[in-house]
T-cell receptor, first 118, second 113 residues
Framework: GAVVSQHPSRVICKSGTSVKIECRSLDFQATTMFWYRQFPKKSLMLMATSNEGSKATYEQGVEKDKFLINHASLTLSTLTVTSAHPEDSSFYIC??????????????FGPGTRLTVL | GDSVTQMEGPVTLSEEAFLTINCTYTATGYPSLFWYVQYPGEGLQLLLKATKADDKGSNKGFEATYRKETTSFHLEKGSVQVSDSAVYFCALTPSSGNTPLVFGKGTRLSVIA
């Protein structure tokens, strides 16, 4: 299957700082990338959908000014958590799908980034 | 809107026991259905999928059949191993376009030797 990487895998930061998380599709062109957030022992909640070259579409309740998403190329999307606070601590996961979907609209997931805000 | 409901865990089984994790869905049209697995400390991996009614997805001894009449996609394995201990997520996506997945809440499975 296709490979999606995330960097960093873990990050610890101080309250008030900004953190950037990268999501890369390594062997295919990802026209669409999704960002999810996973709380401990809970399911994944979709934060936003980003299509290459256009603005991200955010889910209700997700602050677009706090969670900045950029999808500047077909292989890279970034999520920047601005002015992070302890309540932003979570596991952030991206997924990517190619043009037209992949036989059943398969998405390929990155390994996730664990953010801890002190 | 679309939704997925799966049995709540945790589920604890002895090695070689039979596993069933129930999953039902609500969706318009003809969604594609998936089971993802998340091993401790890792990201999600696609376990199996089915894209139309009566399709059976299978992988690593796990199976699930797309039942449109009961809107279900139950996960089964005949003989679980300790290495199957993980969290299992049932998910769906509409049949067309690059749309996000809708996940169930996940079921934690622990298999003991």
């Amino acid at each position: 299957g296709a490979v999606v990487s995330q960097h960093p895998s873990r990050v610890i930061c101080k309250s008030g700082t900004s953190v950037k998380i990268e999501c890369r599709s390594l062997d295919f062109q990802a026209t669409t990338m999704f960002w999810y957030r996973q709380f401990p022992k809970k399911s994944l909640m979709l934060m936003a959908t980003s299509n290459e070259g256009s603005k991200a579409t955010y889910e209700q309740g997700v602050e677009k000014d706090k969670f900045l998403i950029n999808h500047a190329s077909l292989t890279l999307s970034t999520l920047t958590v601005t002015s992070a606070h302890p309540e932003d601590s979570s596991f952030y996961i991206c997924s990517a799908s190619g043009s037209g979907g992949r036989g059943g609209n398969e998405q390929f997931f990155g390994p996730g980034t664990r953010l801890t805000v002190l | 809107g679309d939704s997925v409901t799966q049995m709540e865990g945790p589920v604890t089984l002895s090695e070689e026991a039979f596993l069933t994790i129930n999953c039902t869905y609500t969706a318009t049209g003809y969604p594609s259905l998936f089971w993802y697995v998340q091993y401790p400390g890792e990201g999600l991996q696609l376990l199996l999928k089915a894209t139309k009614a009566d399709d059976k997805g299978s992988n690593k001894g796990f199976e699930a059949t797309y039942r449109k009449e009961t809107t279900s996609f139950h996960l089964e394995k005949g003989s679980v191993q300790v290495s199957d201990s993980a969290v299992y997520f049932c998910a769906l996506t509409p049949s067309s376009g690059n749309t996000p997945l809708v996940f169930g809440k996940g079921t934690r499975l622990s298999v003991i030797a």
